[in-house]
């Protein structure tokens, strides 16, 4: 469970430098809502590894990763997905 907690923290941080990196969510205003859920996988690491509320705060790092990986499974499948289709390949 330690892996995945890690594995979670580090998907985590690297969506968030994403995020702050291109300058917050395109099309969105929900920048402040992705760091309070990285504050709150934070709190919920630190809750499973180091205090007596283990399971309470292995769900808590779970339930708040989910829009974080949501988010970096769509940006890099639309990454993907541009590469494959190419710009070219679109008619209007």
Known sequence: MNKLLKTLLVIGVIAILIIMLIGGVPATNSE???????????????LANYSNYRKIGISISIIFSLPLL???LSLFGGLLLGWIIGPGDIVD
Do not use: D, T
């Not at 402040?32 to 630190?46: D, E, N, P, R, T």
């Open 32 to 46: 402040f809502s992705f760091y309070i859920a990285f504050l709150l996988l934070v709190f919920g690491y630190y």
């Open 70 to 72: 949501i988010f970096m």
